[in-house]
């Protein structure tokens, strides 16, 4: 075998390489990943129930439900357009109510109930996730400086 024959096959097994640890790393990347969907966008795609993904919008009025065991709560999400059911077995954050927005990560079901395996709510008066406010600036439901119900949301204090 030639000098420039050992040379090209090094550089083949060094790509090869690369490649296959490239492959590896975006697999890895993608088991990872996971999606942010308003209700809208999730009723226009096929969306499989093994995904892992999350929901975002406002927790719609008169739509929380405790349980009979006491754990678990079922209530809807929605973006103005499109709502959905979420359940969820656990403790709710102590911010977490209706009108607010909300973050749910977790499954679609078959039946088309979104089983959250965790729920995040907003931290203060003005902070909405941004893919949340992102999702209601599209829907028409919120304006800048306004709350998720539409009416001004008090501006804390500067010291």
């Known amino acids: ?3 420039k024959r050992r040379r090209l096959l090094a550089l083949g097994v060094g790509l090869s390489l690369l490649g296959a640890a490239t492959a590896m790393v975006l697999v890895a990347f993608n088991d990872n990943l996971v999606f942010f969907y308003s209700p809208s966008d999730l009723a226009a795609k096929a969306i499989g129930p093994e995904r892992r993904i999350r929901i975002g919008g406002l ?3 008169q739509s929380l439900e405790r349980h009979a065991d006491g754990r678990g709560v079922g209530f809807r999400v929605t973006d103005g357009k499109t709502d959905i059911s ?3 077995v656990g403790l709710l954050p102590d911010l977490f109510r209706e009108g607010q927005g909300v973050v ?3 499954r679609l079901r078959p039946d088309g109930v979104f089983a959250a395996t965790s729920v995040l709510a907003k931290h203060d008066e003005k902070y909405m ?4 406010a992102d999702a209601l600036k599209k829907a028409g439901r919120w304006q800048e400086g306004a709350g998720p119900d539409g009416k001004t949301a008090p501006v804390p204090a500067l010291k």
């Not at 996730?129 to 949340?132: A, F, Q, Y």
């Open 1 to 3: 075998m030639t000098r």
């Open 59 to 61: 927790v719609e009025q």
């Open 86 to 88: 979420v359940v969820y």
């Open 104 to 106: 749910a990560e977790g």
């Open 129 to 132: 996730p941004p893919e949340v």
